[in-house]
């Protein structure tokens, strides 16, 4: 059991400015981590030389030792990444931060995911490297948005979707983003109609159901409640954080498509839910907004139903009647735009939003907001938190 003043809590957030993949070229992808690490340390009211750890999203470029001697750090106690994951890392790395503080191995740890895909490579693409495409490029499948829809396809067929309940991901993720100034897609807005004659990337995934491919960074410090008196910033709890998933899921949607029946559709986040609202003391109906990873559409709608918010092959009915939708919808979600149409950067801006809502600072606040979900890609290990206004 952690003492109370030593359990974890989000003290600053930072990002960089996020633009479109390709379109960074006075900086470099480790340039902007920095400018992100900067910011939160600015928000948080904490000297850059005081951070002593670092949590980053798997094959992050941004080295500990380079981090340190351009920061000043003082001394580096921690060092981690999460293993693997893709877009199921972000809450994973802030689980290892969150071991660390409340462990003693840190005091302040950088949660930290930059990207310059520009000047890097495209996750969009096919990658011969990637084990995980190598499973599925035999059939085909050489992008992401493909092997997505395979999955999402299958449970389109089994509960009869309709594309009209689909698109309520992608409008209410734009709406949002039309409110959000730092957003790819700030005053662009998007409708039905337009939406619908969108081209078809992978069936049943329109251009719009497909996540952005932005350059940019974001990161946030995470330290215990007691330390976070003397910060500037009311802390922001991290009331539960997990990582894993049901080990039956393998590659999943990502690989080898022959995961049990039960779990085909829905993914493999269900048991990390039950034992994320457990552990926070929290039920769904307590959840005020969330955060959802939106690298397509389609995964909103199953993490709804793996989360409990609706049951299975509920989630169209749940998004036509509004729930998703700012200002009055039972369940906001991706409030500053999600991957959709905010920016990219592997879920980790979903965290800093998250963040915001708790703080009371979202371009599209949610009213009374004390409790958010912030969620991953159902990925092996997939991630996913709870935040609050109040410890639990």
């Known amino acids: 059991m952690v003492n109370k003043k030593n359990s974890a809590c989000i003290v600053g957030i930072g ?102 895909q520009g000047q890097q490579f495209r996750y969009g693409q096919f990658h011969e490297w990637s084990a995980h ?37 992608p409008l ?30 992978a069936e049943p995934y329109r251009v719009y159901d497909c996540c952005l491919e932005t350059d940019g960074a974001c990161a946030l410090i995470v330290t215990t409640q007691e330390r976070a008196r003397n910060l500037r910033r009311a802390p922001v709890h991290v009331l539960a954080v997990g990582q894993g998933g049901d080990g039956r899921w393998g590659t999943g949607n990502f690989g080898n498509f022959n995961m049990p029946e039960e779990i085909f559709s829905i993914g493999n986040q269900q048991r990390l839910a039950n034992e994320l609202f457990e552990r926070a003391g929290v039920t769904r109906d307590d959840v005020d907004v969330a955060q959802i990873y939106d690298a397509f559409s389609g995964s909103v709608l199953t993490t709804l ?17 509004g729930n998703l939708d700012w200002p009055n919808g039972g369940l906001p979600i991706n409030t500053a735009g999600g991957l959709l149409s905010e920016a990219y950067v592997h879920g980790l801006n979903l965290l800093v939003e998250g963040v915001r809502q708790i703080r009371g600072e979202s371009t599209s606040q949610v009213n009374g907001a004390e409790i958010c979900l912030v969620t991953a890609a159902a990925v092996t290990p997939t991630s996913a938190t709870l935040l609050g206004k109040e410890a639990n």
């Not at 209410?172 to 939406?195: F, G, H, I, K, S």
């Not at 049951?311 to 169209?316: F, H, I, K, L, Q």
């Open 15 to 116: 990002q960089s400015a996020y633009q479109r993949w390709g379109t960074v070229t006075d900086q470099s992808e480790f340039s902007l981590a920095c400018t992100a690490i900067m910011a939160a340390a600015e928000d948080a009211g904490l000297p850059l030389d005081e951070i002593d750890g670092f949590s980053a999203h798997s094959d992050d470029r941004n080295d500990p030792a380079r981090l340190s001697v351009t920061l000043g750090i003082k001394q580096l106690r921690l060092a981690t990444m999460v293993w693997g994951g893709g877009g199921g890392g972000a809450s994973a790395s802030l689980s290892n931060a969150v071991a660390a503080v409340e462990n003693g191995s840190a005091n302040y740890v950088v949660v930290l995911r930059g990207l310059c």
């Open 133 to 169: 495409q190598k499973f599925a490029s035999p059939y085909g499948l050489f992008s992401p948005p493909a092997q997505a829809a395979l999955v999402f396809q299958r449970y389109k067929h089994l509960y009869n979707l309709a594309e009209e309940d689909l698109a309520r991901v």
């Open 172 to 201: 209410a993720c734009r709406a949002n983003a039309n409110r959000n100034p730092n957003a790819v897609m700030y005053e662009r807005p998007l409708d039905l109609e337009t939406y619908l004659a969108g081209r078809m990337i």
């Open 305 to 321: 139903e793996a989360f409990g918010f609706c049951g299975e092959g509920e989630a169209g009915l749940f998004a036509r009647e």
